[in-house]
């Protein structure tokens, strides 16, 4: 028998309400409401002396290959031209978080929970193109 921690209380889910199907225009316009938390952040945490050296410099050099005309996908390839720049930001952010203790980051987080479980997920996602090979060669 497993001992439960008698403080926690345990919720059932209820899975006979359906979840109503949105939109991407609703999922956009979320994603948009949390763009100035994101920016929040990630100055923060480019600006705390908890977090590593390196990973704030990989995101320095993601952004600065951004910027930079010079891409390995040409941003004229009509589909996919901007895909390897959505990539690398959403691998360096997601490296920068996940790089970093969980206090920090939600000291310097000013939204919700469900927003910051959201941005984890969405950078994640876009992050997990990159195989883990290419992974291994990151900034710790």
Same mark, same amino acid.
């Given at each position: 028998?497993? *001992?439960?921690?008698? =403080?926690?209380?345990?919720?059932?889910? *209820? *899975? !006979?309400? @359906?979840?109503?199907?949105?939109?991407?225009?609703?999922?956009?316009?979320?994603?948009?409401?949390?763009?100035?938390?994101?920016?929040?952040?990630?100055?923060?945490?480019?600006?705390?002396?908890?977090?590593?050296?390196?990973?704030?410099?990989?995101?320095?050099?993601?952004?600065?290959?951004?910027?930079? @005309?010079?891409?390995?996908?040409?941003?004229?390839?009509? %589909?996919?031209?901007?895909?390897?720049?959505?990539?690398?930001?959403?691998?360096?952010? +997601?490296?920068?978080?996940?790089?970093?203790?969980?206090?920090?980051?939600?000291?310097?987080? +000013?939204? !919700?929970?469900? %927003?910051?479980?959201?941005?984890?997920?969405?950078?994640?996602?876009?992050?997990?193109?990159?195989? +883990?090979?290419?992974? =291994?060669?990151? @900034?710790?």
């Amino acid at each position: 028998m497993i *001992d439960r921690d008698p =403080s926690i209380e345990i919720v059932a889910i *209820d *899975d !006979t309400v @359906p979840i109503a199907r949105r939109s991407r225009q609703e999922v956009a316009v979320e994603g948009m409401m949390l763009l100035p938390n994101v920016v929040k952040l990630l100055t923060r945490l480019m600006r705390d002396n908890r977090v590593s050296m390196r990973r704030k410099a990989f995101i320095g050099a993601v952004l600065v290959y951004v910027i930079s @005309p010079i891409d390995l996908i040409p941003d004229f390839v009509i %589909g996919i031209g901007r895909l390897d720049d959505l990539v690398l930001v959403s691998l360096a952010v +997601d490296h920068l978080m996940s790089g970093t203790d969980e206090e920090v980051v939600r000291e310097h987080w +000013d939204g !919700t929970e469900d %927003g910051l479980d959201l941005v984890r997920s969405a950078f994640g996602w876009a992050a997990s193109i990159i195989p +883990d090979s290419a992974r =291994s060669v990151l @900034p710790r």
